[in-house]
C-alpha cells in the first residue's frame, strides 16, 4: 500500500457544549505519536476532537447499517471512555474505523481464562481491497495486545459477506457466539482470532 495512512483517535471526553478535556490523538503510520489538543485546548483542537468523533460515527453507522447498532455522538463519547476507536485516513479522506475493547476475563465470560479482547475493523465500501482493513486490524490487534490481550475475537453481522470473508483471511475462523437483537433482522457473529 503505497497511500499514506493518518490514524487519528476518538478522544475521551468530548462534552455536548463543546468543553474538551481530551482532544483526538493523532498517529501517522510512521510511528510518530501526537495529540490534537494539548493545554489549554483552543477552539480548534475542540473542532477537531469533535470531527474525528464524527468521522467515526459515519463509517460505524454506514458499514453497520442495523437500527440496533445506530450509535448517537453522545454513544461514540460513552464508547471512546472504555474502549479504544481509532479513524483511518488515506490521503486526508476518510476510509474506515476500529474499536479495540479491552481485554476481559473469566469474570465477564470468557470460558477460557485467558485475558479475551475484541477487535473491530470497519472499512467505507468505496475504499476496500486496498489494504485499509488490514492495517486497521494490525494496529487493532497490537493496541489489544498491548493491553494483555491472549486471545482476540471480533464481531460481524452475518449479512456482511465482505466482513465475514475478510475477518475469516484474517484468521477469525473460530465462531464462539451467533446472536440476534431485538429488533434485527440479522444475526451477529463473534469470532475467535484460531
Do not use: E
Given at each position: 500500500m503505497t497511500t499514506e495512512l493518518r490514524f487519528q483517535r476518538v478522544g475521551v471526553a468530548v462534552a455536548?457544549?463543546?468543553?474538551?478535556?481530551s482532544a483526538a490523538e493523532s498517529d501517522?503510520?510512521?510511528?510518530?505519536?501526537?495529540d490534537a489538543g494539548s493545554d489549554g485546548d483552543s477552539d480548534a483542537d475542540v473542532?477537531?476532537?469533535v470531527a474525528v468523533a464524527v468521522d467515526w460515527q459515519r463509517v460505524h453507522n454506514t458499514v453497520v447499517p442495523v437500527d440496533s447498532a445506530y450509535l448517537s455522538l453522545d454513544d461514540v463519547r460513552e464508547r471512546a471512555g472504555r474502549n479504544i476507536l481509532e479513524v483511518a485516513y488515506a490521503d486526508g479522506v476518510l476510509v474506515g474505523c476500529s474499536t479495540v475493547r479491552p481485554p476481559r476475563g473469566p469474570a465477564t465470560g470468557d470460558a477460557s481464562g485467558r485475558p479475551t479482547a475484541t477487535v473491530i475493523s470497519r472499512v467505507l465500501p468505496e475504499h476496500r481491497g486496498r489494504g485499509f482493513g488490514t492495517a486497521l486490524y494490525e494496529r487493532g490487534l497490537a493496541a489489544a495486545r498491548a493491553l494483555g490481550a491472549e486471545t482476540i475475537e471480533t464481531v460481524v453481522l452475518t449479512s456482511n459477506t465482505a466482513g465475514l470473508r475478510f475477518a475469516e483471511r484474517a484468521g477469525f475462523t473460530v465462531e464462539t457466539d451467533r446472536y440476534r437483537l431485538d429488533g434485527d433482522t440479522v444475526d451477529w457473529v463473534e469470532l475467535r482470532l484460531a
Open positions: 455536548a457544549d463543546g468543553d474538551n478535556d501517522s503510520d510512521t510511528g510518530s505519536d501526537g473542532a477537531v476532537a
